[in-house]
């Protein structure tokens, strides 16, 4: 995956006059768990003749969010009714707030009462937060149903999505309960991105810097060329980093299902910038965060000679062309986000796992950073 060739021949393009209907496959061999990604603009409507032809269910149930709903649910559930399947749509309020038990043993409930059995299947629509719940629920509904994911967020096509990564959160934290489930399929149509926010399709975009961070710098380079087209949705480059993130993270999760070791890379820039975004009272939006904690770490890694400083400039200059901050934000005190960082859920017996960069494409896992030497990235980080 590493260092992929930046051309888009790989991924078709539709003759003039047929309709715009192309996709490309990321497969994610995960052994009898293995499944595909397809990726394309105009997909949605061609779910409902896909699973006809090669079903994960007998009949199938929508779960989304109240925003999603109406944006996309109303029309995939006609389209897969005019496909001859049984379909059924349930609905959350939109939100992390809904990310929790009760939103999950409601919505079991009312599986119940419309007929959902061990051979429904449940069809995750919406950003990360419908595919956790939905996710979730599928992996203990019944002792488990098969489920699809059918993300409609940028982060959640190049991320949540992908890993077999599921749960709720509790009143003291961030999914701290959940399951590992694969899904059947992924469908991540990048036409339903256009009615995205701003400050959601950021989210998005700070995770697919990530992955030219921490495995791909042809990835990065085609950010540094194409960042207007990018910022703008155009469908081809849209496409392209989708799938090049989603084959990144399948290449990663194939290699450590279950987070033993090497999914860690995943997390460049998450531990500072979970932080950061605690110490904000989570008034920066998730995506903001980890591109200050990239900033944090790359520096740090500068500081210690592991990556050359040039690097640095290339991701700051990157992330001030998506408008992603760089600086930390000056209400924070560094010593509030030193304890923070240690108290990361992912600190394993009392040690924090840093991922450092050795420049662009390339990462080292650290558990030996001292509280100064991130105190003075931290603070080199200031504007
Ligand atoms: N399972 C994993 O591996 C994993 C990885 C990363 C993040 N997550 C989780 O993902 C969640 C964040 O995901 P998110 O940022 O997608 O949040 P989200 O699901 O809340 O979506 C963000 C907002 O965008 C709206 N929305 C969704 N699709 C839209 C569209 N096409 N047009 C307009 N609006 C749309 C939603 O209704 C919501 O208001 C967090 O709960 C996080 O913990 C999970």
Redesign the pocket.
């Known amino acids: 995956m590493q260092g992929e060739a930046l051309n888009f021949s790989s991924f078709s393009k539709p003759s003039p006059g047929s309709i715009r209907h192309v996709w490309e496959t990321v497969s994610v061999p995960l052994g009898d768990k293995a499944y595909d990604i397809l990726i394309g603009p105009g997909l949605l409507t061609e779910i409902g003749k896909m699973l006809r032809s090669d079903p994960i269910g007998e009949s199938y149930f929508i779960i989304t969010?109240?925003?999603?709903e109406d944006?996309?649910g109303i029309d995939l559930m006609a389209l897969m009714g005019n496909e001859g399947l049984s379909v059924d749509m349930l609905s959350f309020p939109?939100?992390?707030a809904s990310?929790n038990m009760d939103t999950v043993v409601t919505l079991a409930r009312a599986l119940l009462e419309r007929g959902a059995d061990r051979k429904s299947a449940i069809l995750a629509l919406?950003?990360?937060?419908?595919?956790?719940i939905a996710?979730f629920l599928a992996s203990i509904y019944m002792r488990g149903i098969p489920f699809a994911q059918i993300?409609?967020?940028l982060?959640?096509q190049v991320?949540?999505s992908?890993?077999g990564?599921?749960?709720v959160?509790l009143p003291d934290g961030?999914?701290l309960l959940g399951t590992f489930y694969q899904p059947r399929r992924v469908f991540a149509d990048i036409g339903?991105?256009s009615?995205?926010?701003q400050s959601?399709l950021k989210?998005?975009l700070a995770e697919v810097v990530k992955y030219g961070m921490i495995r791909d710098p042809g990835l990065f380079q085609l950010l540094e060329e194409k960042w207007w087209d990018i910022v703008n949705l155009e469908p081809m480059v849209t496409a392209h980093i989708v799938k090049v993130s989603c084959a990144i993270k399948a290449d990663v999760v194939a290699n450590d299902e279950f987070e033993g070791g090497l999914r860690r890379i995943l997390n460049f820039g998450h531990t500072v910038g979970h932080a950061v975004e605690a110490g904000a009272g989570y008034q920066i939006p998730?995506g903001e965060a980890v591109a200050i904690g990239m900033m944090v770490v790359s520096r740090l890694s500068v500081y210690k000679a592991l990556m050359p400083e040039e690097d640095l400039k290339r991701l700051d200059a990157l992330l001030e062309k998506l408008g992603l901050p760089r600086h930390v934000p000056s209400n924070i005190a560094t010593e509030e986000i030193l304890n923070l960082t240690r108290h990361d859920k992912k600190v394993q017996g009392g040690r924090v796992h840093f991922v450092l960069s050795k420049g662009i494409g390339k990462t080292l896992i650290t558990d030996e950073i001292s509280n100064e030497e991130l105190a003075r990235a931290i603070e080199g980080s200031r504007g």
Do not use: I, Q, W
């Open positions: 969010d109240s925003n999603v944006y996309v939109a939100g992390e990310k919406g950003g990360g937060v419908s595919g956790d996710g993300p409609t967020t982060l959640a991320d949540s992908v890993g990564k599921t749960g959160d961030k999914n339903v991105l009615t995205l926010s959601e989210n998005g998730h």
